[in-house]
């Protein structure tokens, strides 16, 4: 069984001033505010704002320099990289992609599903499944849903292919705006339907990347479970040593 836990104050802290930096509110080669400021600003311990720094150092979102303090440094190369894939379920034109629409259906939200969307167990969710093809080959399979309250007004119940992605589909006809995405890696055993569609035989498992978009308040608007044959994967990372 698998349990969400919410992040740490001092990680939930960095992933603010992350934001921020993307925004522009806090620009490469600006200082970020001192640690007082931040004390006061977000009513947490010193010790904490300290880690949250800390933190985004490590992982070349800022960086210290003698005499004038904390200094963003910007977006870092490798968060390029990994957010690809998020990128690429948020704008992929299901007319145009490689692959097919294989099923449209209102269903009660997956336990997972139903915490990284904030809905309660039982809600009911509208989930579009695509599955992506290369050369007549599986090679990812995307199941997104969206709440209820998303839905309405919109043509995502359609079970024809949508003309430009999903994303901008959504913020046109909700006016709501995409602000970040949370990716949560994982691996599993596909369910048997999942198997059949990205052709594995029996004990080859998935890797699972849960893709959560979020507007700039945090709150979920869609949850992308994208599914890629783990015996057809290699992944690599590049990160700094301190």
């Not at 992040?7 to 960095?14: C, D, F, N, S």
Request: proline fraction near 6%.
């Amino acid at each position: 069984m698998a349990y969400e836990v919410e992040a740490p104050k001092y990680v939930r802290l960095a992933q603010t001033i992350q934001r921020r930096i993307e925004d522009g509110t806090y620009p490469p080669g600006t200082r970020v505010p001192s640690e007082n400021q931040l004390v006061q600003s977000f009513g947490m311990s010193r010790p904490t704002v300290v880690r949250a720094l800390e933190l985004l150092k490590r992982d070349g979102w800022l960086e210290s320099r003698q005499g004038y303090g904390t200094i963003v440094r910007g977006r870092p190369e490798v968060v390029e990289q990994q957010d690809r894939r998020g990128r690429a379920v948020l704008n992929r034109d299901e007319s145009r992609s490689s692959g097919r629409l294989v099923e449209v259906a209102e269903m009660p939200v997956p336990a997972r599903i139903a915490s990284a969307l904030g809905l309660p167990k039982r809600a009911k969710v509208l989930m579009r499944r695509f599955l992506a093809e290369e050369e007549g080959e599986a090679v990812e399979l995307v199941s997104t849903y969206f709440p209820a309250g998303l839905v309405e007004g919109t043509e995502l119940a359609s079970t024809d292919a949508l003309s430009g992605s999903v994303r901008k589909h959504v913020e046109a006809r909700k006016k709501v705006r995409y602000d970040h995405v949370t990716e949560r890696v994982s691996a599993r055993l596909p369910e048997s339907g999942e198997a059949e569609l990205l052709g594995l035989p029996d004990g080859v498992p998935v890797l699972s990347i849960l893709v959560i978009a979020c507007d700039a308040s945090g709150q979920a608007l869609q949850v992308s479970d994208v599914l890629l044959p783990a015996d057809r994967q290699e992944l690599e990372d590049t990160y700094r040593l301190n």
